[in-house]
């Protein structure tokens, strides 16, 4: 049915230095009051687990040759990890592209200038408001000016110099919907990037629960692009399928980077290669996870415009990314790829081009 080829090593190289965070962020599906009762807390986040100096080098020098993008982050708040700085300056030193996600918290001077001296290539911080109140909703804490200042602390500590490139997210949830407006605006004086996101649900990412996206305007399905081209190793090791399947409690391992034999060997293995496969067949509803779940959708050619000072660019309808048109240079897009970028588009194994589409311009059945 389709013949899509898995990349020589993953173009996305997502790490998990640390399974903790200093946050208890009351919509997060890892680390909020809720989700950390002992009847709900997964096995996983029940021991704190590290990446040491040495797995992280392991990893990273693996990795090397491929010159992968590399993203610090998965379901954690990276700073808080002892070896941070470590994999941040092992990412630089074999030459490779890197970004992670922050809530912030701890951009103090000392973290900010370490990442302007070595030219480190991306920051996102997640903010979600634009006032107290709704801070507090979203991440359980009022301070509002703190997070506004470390960003700034980091923009003015850049000054001239271009890296890293920084950006602010958002997490349209229906409590802060009414702040995009504003959080567009005041962000755009400021910094380089500013990223809307939809939220995933415990459940499945599911199209449907988005506004504006009408279920006739769904594109037929295809292979996920997430197991042919995204890795996402967690800080005990394990593999996990894809961002979606890390994301849940009782996560399912592909194999451990520390036991069976590193990257490469697990991503030619042979689970991941039941499971692409399976979407190579077009029998997605064969694997539990993947019925049901709508994040193929992000396998899609990106769409892109230019509106109001930005180049907004859409992998999927549950992310935008406003990129302010003056503020582009420190950004190359097929090195530091995130989810906007456009990697190498290698034609063997490539499936970002696979077919496009435009919900926003796809025919109602009426017409
Ligand atoms: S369809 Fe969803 S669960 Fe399956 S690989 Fe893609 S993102 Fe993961």
């Known amino acids: 049915m389709f013949d899509y080829k898995p990349m020589e090593f993953p173009e996305i190289l997502r790490l998990e230095l640390t399974n903790t965070c200093n946050m208890q962020c009351p919509h997060c599906r890892h ?4 989700k950390k009762k002992p009847e709900n807390y997964p096995e996983y986040y029940k021991v704190t687990s590290h990446m040491t100096e040495e797995q992280v080098a392991l990893i990273l020098d693996e990795a090397k040759k491929y010159k992968p993008s590399v993203t610090l982050n998965v379901a954690n708040e990276p700073t808080v990890a002892p070896t941070f700085k470590f994999a941040c300056t092992k990412v630089k030193e074999n030459g490779m592209s890197g970004t992670f996600n922050t809530n912030g918290l701890l951009l103090n001077d000392d973290l900010c200038n370490f990442l302007v001296d070595i030219e480190f290539d991306s920051v996102n911080i997640s903010i979600d408001a634009t006032t107290p109140e709704t801070l507090k909703m979203a991440r359980g804490i009022t301070a509002i000016n703190r997070l506004i200042n470390n960003v700034e602390r980091l923009l003015k500590i850049r000054g001239e110099k271009l890296y890293p490139r920084v950006g602010v997210t958002f997490v349209v949830m229906p409590y802060n919907e009414k702040e995009i407006d504003d959080f567009l605006s005041f962000w755009k004086e400021r910094v380089d990037v500013i990223r809307f996101t939809g939220y995933i649900t415990d459940g499945k990412p599911d199209s449907t629960v988005l506004p504006g996206v009408e279920p006739y305007k769904i594109p037929p399905r295809i292979p996920c692009k997430q197991i042919f081209k995204d890795i996402v190793i967690r800080a005990n090791g394990d593999v996990t399928p ?4 890390s994301e849940a409690p009782d996560y399912t391992s592909m194999g451990n980077i520390f036991k069976d034999g590193g990257v490469k060997a697990v991503w030619d293995g042979s689970i991941f290669k039941q499971w692409r496969d399976y979407h190579n067949e077009g029998c997605w509803n064969g694997i539990s996870y993947c ?5 193929w959708l992000d396998s899609f050619e990106i769409k892109e415009k230019e509106e109001d000072g930005f180049v907004i660019r859409s992998p999927s309808p549950y992310t935008v990314f406003f990129n302010v048109k003056e503020k582009m240079n420190n950004w190359d897009k097929t090195k530091l790829i995130e989810r906007q970028g456009f990697g190498s588009k ?5 499936i970002g081009s696979m077919s496009s589409y435009d919900l926003e311009k796809s025919d109602s059945p009426s017409n």
């Open 291 to 295: 019925k049901g779940c709508d994040y």
């Open 346 to 350: 290698d034609k063997n194994s490539y």
């Open 31 to 34: 680390h909020a009051p809720e």
């Open 242 to 245: 894809c961002v979606i399947t």
